[in-house]
């Protein structure tokens, strides 16, 4: 088992910036790439971005490309989402996660263990 921490979040005003920590401890050795999800209130979790352990590869979600950034060091087992140019709509609680497996990259089953989140709010 992967355990997942998050920090970073906190209140910014549109189009500002923030950059969320997420610290992996356990077996990450069998982490095959790390994610970031979030979830808005009243909506399901949705995939934002992800990135391979390894490789470096990622993969973005349409409505933050271009704005975020996913990065990893691995030597602190640790991943970062650099946030910029904020809107209300990134409002949410963000979730970093962790898969063992190569599917399902944007799918929340796809990922084995999930941290607590980190609450953005963004304002007008």
């Known amino acids: 088992q992967v355990q997942l921490v998050e920090s970073g979040g906190g209140l910014v005003q549109a189009g500002g910036s923030l950059r969320l920590s997420c610290a992996a401890s356990g077996r990450t050795f069998s982490i095959y790439r790390m994610a970031w999800f979030r979830q808005a209130a009243g909506k399901e979790r949705e995939f934002v971005t992800a990135i391979t352990r390894n490789a470096g590869n990622t993969d973005y979600a349409d409505s933050v490309k271009g704005r975020f950034t996913i990065s990893r060091d691995n030597a602190k087992n640790t991943v970062y989402l650099q946030m910029n140019s904020l809107k209300p709509e990134d409002t949410a609680v963000y979730y970093c996660?962790?898969?063992?497996?190569?599917?399902?990259?944007?799918?929340?089953?796809?990922?084995?263990?999930w941290g607590k989140g980190t609450q953005v709010t963004v304002s007008s």
């Open positions: 996660a962790a898969s063992e497996g190569r599917s399902f990259w944007y799918e929340v089953y796809g990922y084995n263990d």
